[in-house]
């Protein structure tokens, strides 16, 4: 019998902000069954490692991540 996995929710954001010289601010709201989490990162190399941090928590944990697709804005 399959045991019901836990849920992370990760949903990510990216505005383009038009300064001199452009920026790119990302974003994020992870959410479980125990709360909400939000972060903003100034860079994607930040974002990935993140990402990278909440998909190995959650695979120690036994959680299963589901990720929501980037929107990106243009500020």
Not at 19 to 40: C, H, R, T, Y
Request: hydrophobic fraction near 40%.
């Amino acid at each position: 019998m399959a045991k019901n996995l836990k849920e992370i929710k990760v949903r990510i954001r990216c505005y383009h902000l038009a300064l001199d010289p452009p920026i790119e601010v990302f974003n994020i709201e992870v959410s479980d069954e125990q709360g909400l989490w939000k972060e903003s990162l100034g860079s994607k190399e930040l974002l990935e490692a993140f990402v990278k941090g909440i998909k190995a928590g959650a695979s120690l944990g036994g959680c299963r991540v589901e990720m929501e697709e980037t929107v990106r804005k243009r500020i």
